[in-house]
């Protein structure tokens, strides 16, 4: 995904809706590579075992760096319309033609038996 304009540092891309699954749903499938780890929050149940996240919109096609220009967080907001969500946001401020990465984090490599890049 490339930015078509200029991103400031902290500006929301987007919010996404995601559905949570265990992860054995998906352990033997492609999707594996394309889903988030969940740690369960203060105001949720722990469900116990492996969770994790299936994103919707762009949220599962950003790519890797190890120097990223986009981070994420997992959050629940409270109010009239209540949102479980995954919210993307810029890190620094971010130029017009510029792919828009995130960290995998090692550990995503290291379960595939892999170095991060």
């Known amino acids: 995904m490339f930015s078509d304009e200029a991103i400031p540092e902290g500006t ?29 929050g203060p105001h949720e149940e722990d469900q116990g075992g492996e969770w994790v996240a299936i994103v919707f919109g762009f949220g599962m096609i950003y790519n890797h760096s190890q120097e990223p ?29 510029e792919q828009l990465c995130i960290s995998y984090g090692e550990n995503w490599w290291n379960t595939r038996g892999q170095q991060m890049p």
């Open 12 to 40: 929301i891309l987007e919010e996404c809706h995601y559905l949570k699954a265990p992860f054995r749903t998906v352990r033997t499938s492609p999707m594996s590579d394309y889903v988030f780890n969940i740690e369960w």
């Open 69 to 97: 220009n986009v981070s994420y967080y997992r959050g629940y907001q409270r109010g009239p319309s209540p949102k479980d969500v995954f919210t993307f946001y810029a890190l620094r401020d971010i130029e017009p033609g």
